[in-house]
């Protein structure tokens, strides 16, 4: 990973690495925002607090998937329902089999921030 100059020898990830999406208070708990980074549409979901993106693309038939409805960190597909885990990309129904590659996301100051794919 590149990294910038930070005190005290910490290593920060470049800036350039990542795009932000949205103020943290823009995507409330429960819900999502659907965005494109690095010219890929994704999706941050809010899970109690803590954010996580997955590309908006669902595996089985390419359905978009940021248009479910969040229940707890699980999403259904809204084309054929296949559920994935938002927190880390695997299947938990079908009839999708492979699962989603989830994106780095951070939060700084206020913002949410997530890695080009």
Known sequence: MESSY????????????????ADVSEIEPGKIRIAKVGGTEIFVANVEGSFFALPNKCTHAGGPLGRGKLTGNVIPCPWHGSKF?????????????????????KVENSSVWVRKP
Request: net charge negative; charged share 25%; with cysteine.
């Open 6 to 21: 930070a005190p005290a020898g910490q290593c920060i990830p470049m800036m350039e690495e990542f795009e932000r999406i």
């Open 85 to 105: 885990d938002v927190k880390t990309g695997q299947v938990v129904g079908g009839p999708a089999q492979k699962p989603e590659i989830p994106l780095e996301v």
